[in-house]
């Protein structure tokens, strides 16, 4: 029965391991001074190595003798974990056995003694624990047998409990860097015979992501397509239902120089040839980005572009792409909606025919003070020009009179009332009635409404 390449070309050594130097120095570190941990989280994407490790780190630490830090597969214990006839190494699927009944059972057959040196439980994709079951589980991390060896490995390290990471030895995976996966995919497929291009080779590194399982997966699908042939990189957008660069560098041409008809042909050409239009506008916007690197490092102008221009339109196309993704019927209508919009915004700035840089400041607004020459207006802009000098008699009419009027006569409350109520008016015929008059009054009112 065929083996698939990413379970075949499995590392089954530390020194097989491409990528993760800081983890491996490490545990072999931990083997050779004896300073073997009860408990370690393994947490990184899917495909960088996470499970090979744990699997390399259980046979290492059971070796009869191991070689600095490594496992000399050649002992008892090395061959029986190879061919997974131990009893010493157990993996769990989490995902399928997440409840309290599971951890119970684990906490349970964790008493009985290894056959070898420890007894390695491998737990795949741990955050898939339930709340209880991840409780259960506290009390045997902390205090666990001598024996025992807890290796956890997630993709999402966020969703387990602080009190889970607070008793284990974290490990965080990196992706792949794209120069050692190259140089890793040329020597695997020197090895099976594969003939590959190496513009295919450097595109499908590229679309993976850093992940070794998924180059691996899809440089298979290429072998078994295109068999004792070479691998183009024709071939290979055909199989992954990709777009050659030069389709983007004329959907960006035709962006820039609002050529919404050129624009619409190229999506439709996509769709003739059955091309997802998710990946088509992620692959876009990525495009987008490679572009704006090459301007900022170049320090010039790429088809009329600047970096801010470019910038908004990977944000436009960026928003866009979420839409793009969840639509149920391919996501065609979003993509030339996005497209339209983009040309309908009137960006004069993206046009290669009149090309403007953003960072051009802006005109300032005209002065507050220009609008009172339409004074000049008969007719129309009278009323308001004799209602502007209104304010003026406000500190005029208020404040200076009491300065110069003599100081106001002493009030008799009896005799002003029947004064008033008999004359209407102060007993110095004040017109009109002095402050305190005005008091008095505002009293008698006041009094009356009582009554």
């Known amino acids: 029965m065929y083996t698939a390449l990413y379970r075949k070309l499995r590392p089954k050594a530390f020194k097989d391991v491409w990528g ?3 983890i491996v120095k490490t545990l072999q570190n931990s083997i050779i001074n004896q300073r073997i941990s009860h408990a370690y989280l393994f947490c990184g994407i899917r495909g960088t190595g996470k499970t090979s490790c744990a699997k390399i780190f259980a046979k290492a630490v059971n070796c009869e003798s191991p070689i600095e830090g490594e496992a000399c597969c050649t002992c008892q214990s090395c061959l029986d974990i190879a061919r997974g006839a131990s009893m010493d190494v157990i993996e769990i699927d989490a995902a399928s056995n997440n409840g309290v009944d599971n951890i119970r059972d684990l906490r349970e ?17 741990v955050h898939m624990l339930s709340t ?20 956890l490995a997630t993709t999402d390290p966020q969703k387990i409990p602080a009190t889970i990471h607070s008793r284990v030895m974290r490990f965080d995976f990196y992706r792949v860097p794209q120069n050692l996966m190259i140089e890793a995919l040329r020597q695997y497929t020197a090895e099976e015979g594969i003939k590959i291009a190496d513009d295919a080779l450097e595109y499908i590194v590229q679309i993976s992501d850093g992940s070794m399982r998924d180059v691996l997966s899809l440089l298979d699908r290429l072998a078994g397509l295109y068999f004792e042939e070479e691998i183009t990189l024709a071939g290979t ?5 990709s777009v050659d660069r030069e389709i983007f560098g004329r959907m960006l041409s035709a962006l820039a120089n609002a050529d919404a008809a050129t624009a619409l042909d190229i999506i439709d050409e996509a769709s003739t040839k059955g091309r997802n239009f998710s990946q088509f506008a992620e692959e876009f916007v990525a495009y987008l980005r490679q572009v704006m ?59 290669s ?28 802009d009278a009323p308001p020009a004799t209602k502007e000098p209104q304010p003026a008699p406000q500190p005029v009419a208020v404040e200076p009179k009491p300065q110069e009027a003599p100081p106001a006569p002493p009030i008799d409350a009896d005799s002003d009332w029947r004064h008033f109520a008999k004359y209407g008016t102060g007993k110095n015929g004040d017109t009109p009635p002095n402050p305190d008059f005005e008091r008095l009054q ?3 009112n006041h009094n009356i409404k009582k009554l």
């Open 132 to 151: 209880g079951a991840f409780n259960a589980l506290l009390k045997t991390l902390e205090e666990p047998p001598a024996h025992i060896i807890f290796i």
């Open 353 to 380: 025919r009149h090309v403007e840089p953003l960072t051009k400041p802006l005109p300032l607004p005209k002065p507050v003070s220009e609008p009172t020459k339409a004074v000049d207006v008969p007719a129309v």
């Open 237 to 241: 957008l055909e199989v992954t239902g």
């Open 109 to 125: 057959e964790i008493k009985y003694p290894p056959q070898g040196k420890y007894k390695v439980y491998i737990v795949d994709e």
């Open 20 to 22: 993760q130097e800081h």
């Open 293 to 351: 690197i090459d301007i900022t490092t170049a320090s010039a102008q790429l088809e009329g572009l600047t970096t801010p221009e470019i910038i908004k339109m990977i944000g436009h196309f960026a928003s866009s792409l979420r839409n793009i993704k969840q639509a149920s019927s391919g996501g065609r209508l979003i993509l030339e909606i996005a497209c339209l919009e983009w040309i309908s915004m009137g960006q004069p700035a993206l046009s």
């Open 442 to 444: 505002s009293m008698i």
